[in-house]
């Protein structure tokens, strides 16, 4: 690796090529064009393109990521046009420790953030970034989240150093010369968000399969809107339409507009009847929202359709209706545990090809595999670190965050509505987490204000989606803890104004679920995937009016008559460990929500006051 921190005392110059790229682009928007040049100045890149999103530029890309040893093609009978990498092993995930909000004043990024003062920031990521791009290309890849003919086009610009990341943005969101094109017309603000790997190649030195940088900063500036990312290509750290800037940047836009970036999935849901209800569902990292997106219904007559598998923009029209869009266009989904018995529609969205996999592991004959994609383990494969692999190894042959990325428009139970500009009305949200303990299968909120409560107080054991500790439980509010781009409490706030200004009856109703209650037995009490849609009955005819429930001093949860249950095979133990509200358990709840607020330190009162209810209610049940 090229040592970057000698670049200022060398040409800081533009080469030839980089400069016949800037002359030559294809925009004349100004401030896009003056940013480029900026960062061409400071990384210094050999060349720049500027991602068209073409077929041909797929191609050949994809090509040149196959001949240095990124991507691994696939067999083309089984995955046409797809493809396989694998990252260095500590590059694996979102890196949360390393992820900051930079605001003017440490409030601003509040108790739940890494804060650093945007000056003090900008000072190291510039030493950084200083010929970070040195002997690779600079692709600069114009991006819309949501769609292209919304009212307000949420543009961005990628520039990044990887091609892995060109190739993975065509899949996830709208880029290339039309946004270009419609950006440069209304000369519209854009998020400025650069990217790179930080692995400088000196003159004639070899590159290696996946470059990236021990030293790793995904930094956002929430009050310019901009997005620093570096060291790392990975997924969340990286795409940074995804995470950084539908979610982070995006809830500071949106508590400055009046609507709501949340982590969640979107699902159409549609009754015998014939009516059909738009559900969203926030659940933290890898705990169920692509296969809660996805579910196949095991109950008859029962349709359901996904708009969206893990971010949603909810607005709120004049008349106080709320709508929400899915700004991706593609699918960043979990492998394991993914398959043909438990997601059948993402098995086969996947098998339709055009597809990139990070860290799965392969078959000898071309295809992929990780745990849980099968019931039949292969005998032989070569796991995502490329070593040999078999049931005998005693160790996972794909990484447990293991994902695949895949056009949305592959899915074949996508809802028509999916890309409506103006989004989908919205019915309900959900919010769940995994706990092995305490929280009931399905409960309603009592109203909107202890609906907030329980999504400020969810908590979720941790899982591989990010670098840490796996399987420790922690409070995940609006499973957004690793996402909120501003501070926590005004965050909360922000949920209640807005029911208060929208009006209780216009906002959607909320529930909370747990799929991953565990029996004294260790095993799941639920069975959970198309066994969901069970639960989403007893949703949908209680926003009807015409289910039963049983109040509970944490909500109305259904008993064992009021939910469907017919063909399914669960027994009196598991069905009462998944529908039980223990008085002790809860109890025993309580010093960690107030753990929790005591860390948040600024909780609205209305929060407060639903605390205060809940152990009322408790301790008079
Ligand atoms: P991110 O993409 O990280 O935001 O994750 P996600 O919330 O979309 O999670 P995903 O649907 O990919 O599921 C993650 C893991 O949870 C997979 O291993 C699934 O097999 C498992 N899972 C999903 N739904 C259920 C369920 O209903 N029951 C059980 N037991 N496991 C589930
Ligand atoms: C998550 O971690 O919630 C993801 C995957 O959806 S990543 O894009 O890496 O953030
Ligand atoms: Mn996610």
Redesign the pocket.
Known sequence: MADNTTASTESTGLNQAVREALDNAPTTHPRLLEWVREMAEMTQPDAIHWADGSEEEWNRLTTELVDAGTFVRLDEEKFPNSFAAFSDPDDVARVEERTFICTKTPKGAGPTNNWEDPAVMKETLVKKFTGSMRGRTMYVIPFVMGSLDAEDPKYGVEITDSAYVVCSMRIMATIGTPVLDKMTRDNAFFVEALHSLGAPLAPGEEDVPWPCNPSKYIVQFPEDRAIWSFGSGYGGNALLGKKCYALRIASAIAHDEGWLAE?M?ILKVTDPEGDSRFIAAA????????????LEPTIDGWKAEMVG??ISWIRFSKDGQARVVNPEAG?????????WS??PNAMRGVARGNTIFTNVALTDDGGVWWE?MTDEVPEHLTDWKGNDWTPESGRPAAH??S?FCTPIKQVDILADEYDDPEGVPLSAIIFGG?RKTTVPLVSESFGWEHGVFQGATLSSET?A?AKGAVGVVRRDPM?MLPFIGYNANDYLEHWLDTGARVGEDAMPKIYYVN??RRTADGG?A????G??SRVVKWIVERLKGTAGGQETPVGIVPTKEDLDLSGLDISDDELNAALRVDKDEWLGELPGIDEWFHKLGDVPEVILEQRAGLEERLKSS
Not at 331 to 339: C, D, E, H, I, S
């Open positions: 982590h999935l659940f933290p990292s890898a705990c169920g929202k692509t296969n809660f997106a996805m598998d893990d699918l960043f989904g979990v492998a394991p545990g993914t398959g438990t997601n849980g447990p965050n994902r995994r899982t989606a499973a799929w991953f799941f639920w069975p959970g995937f066994e969901n």
